[in-house]
């Protein structure tokens, strides 16, 4: 059981993280810190569940059962924080969700005050780590605070299922898929977890052992539909992201070939080496240096190479927008080869040339243009056209 429910722990933890790896950026969005705390009350919650954990506590406080409150109070925060986290989610005006937000925590607080003073009032000298619920399910006090927790996730997790429904007929896309997973997660809690503890402790009510359903299956079913909810929530902002970022190292990778090309030309000093680094940020400092020495080799474009690199595209079959690409990637690649020719005066600083050459990637924004020059600059040393057009210009 502790392996399961630190697991899952440990993965809420991960995604807390993903969500906000700058935590003072993430304080001034309502949004990210609802999901935030969220999460990681839901890792807290599991963390405090676990035997090993409940063990711990007991035996640092020296209050037998002493985890029992404390577990049940993060359950009621964790309860209390998805229904913060779907208010602030759905929006609305700012008056309004401000009070209903309000009373969810005032909620809170009086079920967790209620279930800390049964728990001090109730007589429980047994260390339980497994089965509290339902060894203590007929002790005054802890009966009640037993109940109580119980009936307070219940309602949450109801007055969740009624919002997700609503919200979902009116939206589409991402956000549509997230409150079906979050309708799924709450789901599988209230059937594993909330009808398992319910029905093992009136079992006890009534004379019966149904133990294993709290002890065994209501763990997992928690831990699984606290990750499907947890999903449902970090999906639709992380993925998103993630796209971006994997967009970001795809363009990071294409341009390697024009990268290498004209490296040695960039005069933008290179960031201190990071691996934590994003590849949005490894991509916005490679467009900007390759920007540079592009810029940098302008005067050394030479006309008659991208002349003749164009023509014989063109007889290659290719549309006039392929062969200007490939035009492109000729003159860069025999500027750039003059320009590091230690025997060979480089021509970039020459201020003549009303008439010089304008890169199309160096004059529209994104990498599109530059990843296109790329992948044509990665097929002419494969063609040996660049030393061909190279030659038959030198030679017109």
Known sequence: MSFVVYSAAALLAVSAVLLSPKPRAALRNPLTASTSANLALAACCFTCSAPVTLSAVNAA???PNFGAPLTYSLITAYSCSLLVLLITWRGGS???????????????AFLITAIIVLFALADAPVERLRDLDTYYSTTPGMREMIALYLLGHGVCALIMCAVCLKWARTVTGLLRRGLWL????IVVDVVGFEFGKITAVVARWTGHDLDFLSTDVAPPMASLGALICSAGFVLPRLLPAAREQWRSLWDYRELAPLWAAVRELTTVPKPAPSWWQFPKAWLQWRELSIHDALLQLTPAFDKSVGRAAYTAARARGHTPEQARVVCEAAMVVTAARGAQDPGREPALDDPGGADRYRLRATAGPGTGDLVQLARALRRLPLTGEAN???VRASQE
């Not at 700012?94 to 809170?108: K, N, Y």
């Open 61 to 63: 406080t020296g209050v």
């Open 182 to 185: 979050i309708l799924i997660g």
């Open 388 to 390: 061909k057009v190279t």
């Open 94 to 108: 700012p008056a309004r969700v401000r009070r209903l937000v309000c009373r969810v925590i005032a909620g809170c």
